[in-house]
Structure formats: C-alpha cells, structure tokens
DNA sequence: TAGCTTGGTTGGTACTAGCAACTAGTCTCG
DNA sequence: CGAGACTAGTTGCTAGTACCAACCAAGCTA
C-alpha cells in the first residue's frame, strides 16, 4: 500500500535517529561530571527546582518512574546535599522533597553548560535553520509520544 | 557577542531535546518486549548481523562500551540463544560472536517494528518536508558529533 | 475503633557500566 | 627456543537504574 519511499525516509529516518539518540546518549553518560550528579539525579533535580517542595509520589508520577526507584535516586541526591526531605506537616506520611542551595546552583550550573553545547551545535546553522531544527524535534517528539499513546492505550494526563 | 537569539534557540532545543530523549527512553525501556532483547542487547544485534561474526573487543569498540560490560552483554544474547561464541582459529585467545538463526529473526522484527513506527511519524509530514527531516537530523546528529570530539579530543576513526 | 487506603522504604532480581585484577593464549627479541 | 611483553576475554567489585512485591506507619472512613 504505501509508496516504498515512506518506507525509505522511513529507513533513513531511523537510522538517522538511532545516531543522534546514541550520540546524545554517550555525551551524557561521559559527562560523569554532570556537576557530581548523574542523568536522572539530574533530571530529578530540574523536576524538584521547577516544582518546589514535591512529595516523593509526586516526583515519580511527574518522571514516569516507580516510587522504589524514585525513593532510591532522592537517596542519591540527600548523600550527595543536593536536596533534603523535610516532614510535610499536612501528611504525617510524606516527606516533602525540597532543592538545598547547593542543589539548586548544581543544577544551574549543569542548565548553563547544556544550553551553551545546545547553542554550539546550532550556531553551525543558519539562523532559520535554527529555529526550523527546533520545530522539527518538537514534531518528532510529538509524533513518538503520540504513538506511545496510542500503543499503551493513553494512560493519565 | 552572541545575540540573545542563539540563547534562545539553545534553550528551546535543549527542551525539545530532553523531551525527545525522555520519550524515546520510555518508549524503549517500556518496550520490554523488543522481541525479548533489551535496548542495548537489540543495539549490539544490529552490529553483530551488520559486521558479522566479530570479536569481543571489536564489537566493545564499535558499541563505546568497555569489554568487561560487552562481555555480559554477549553472556545475555548468549543466554537469549540469540549468538552463539565460536572459537577464532586465526586466534586461540578470542573468540567469534556470531548471530543465530533466531536472533538475526529477532533483530529483523525488532528493526521491522521500528521502521513501521518512523514511517508513522513521518506520514505527518508532507513528502518533500520528510527528506528535509532526515537531512536535519543528520546535521543535528554530526553538529553533536562534532561537538564530543571537540571536547574529549577525538580518539580513531 | 477496625479495616481499608496511601506514602514511603526495603528486599530481591536483572541489566548497564566502568575499573582492576586475573588467566590464558600470542608475539617478539635475544 | 624461551622469557617477557602484550592482548583477548572473564570475573570481582562498586554504583546506578529499574521493576515488583512485601512491608510499616500514618491517615481516612464507616
């Protein structure tokens, strides 16, 4: 049914994506620095600074993870004085999760640098290829997560 | 010196970034099927069939992954009855990974499922917009590229 | 208050990942 | 030829990511 050129740009396209994931994947697992945190400390850190004080199923619900790999990666980030759980005085069950000064910088700082490779890798673009590439991961992005909707069945949100 | 314009840019795809990422992450994490294969075990398929029967170390080489992991890889694959280790007679010390009949099956699935699924997302696309899409990754891909043998150095190839 | 529900931790398993140490072949040079 | 250097692969160790299941303690509800 459909043009063996869908299937082409198909091919090509996966290709192209596999190396761009791959390449992305290895700057982050090499950046062990990552300012003394690790990819998902890190990415828990930018959910923690953007939501402030969050309950430790909160943050799981908000990165897809389970509350026993949730509460293992907090643990990471309290050894290392990035945040601190605090008791929620609402809730004596929760614990509210909450950025420490060193956290928060940490996480500045590890924004800053990504931002400038980011800009570094687009300034080998035209200015409206910039914003054209931009777009382009956007709809890509869009377009996986659709489907994975689709295929799961669409959960909540 | 740069104008607030790259800046911008920069964020914006660090975020369509990261959310490319994220989602491509889950899809592969949740996709615990991969035809029984984990994401590294398919990826390590893929250069086994490519390269056919390979050592240990070339096959580490190629992945970026140190051999001590890339043995445990192939002790997996080995386990899934996915390879097979032959003896190298050119070299009594290594020894041959080779694609089974099943696992070179199970690669072809795995590759013919995510074809299908980048032809999904690029069906949104108008035809000629496609090609440009793969070209753009492709720049993106080698301005990263670029990017992390700039700063570690650039080792071979 | 008894019992259900919920928030978080802990135990278990599996996989990814690297470094260090080790074994066993291979190669090189005297 | 043989000793020492080198190389291929495995194994031990640590750490992190990830899930499920079991659990405890606190809260809620009837």
Not at 18 to 24: I, S
Not at 125 to 154: I, K
Request: hydrophobic share 40%.
């Amino acid at each position: 049914m459909s043009p063996p050129a869908l299937e082409r740009d198909a091919r090509a396209l996966l290709d192209a994506m596999t190396e761009l994931l791959r390449v992305y994947q290895f700057r982050d697992r090499d950046r062990l620095g990552y300012h003394g945190l690790t990819i998902t400390q890190s990415y828990a850190m930018e959910v923690i600074v953007r939501l402030g004080p969050i309950t430790l199923n909160d943050l799981a619900r908000e990165m897809n993870l389970d509350k026993s790999t949730m509460s293992r990666v907090v643990d990471g980030l309290e050894r290392k004085r990035a945040i601190v759980r605090r008791e929620n005085p609402s809730d004596g069950r929760s614990t509210l999760i909450e950025a420490t000064h060193s956290g928060r910088e940490r996480r500045r700082l590890i924004e800053e640098d990504l931002v400038a490779e980011n800009a570094r890798v687009l300034s080998s673009f035209a200015p409206p290829a910039r914003v054209q590439a931009v777009e382009l991961v956007r709809a890509l992005t869009n377009a996986a997560r659709q489907r994975r909707l689709e295929d799961v069945g669409g959960d909540e949100t």
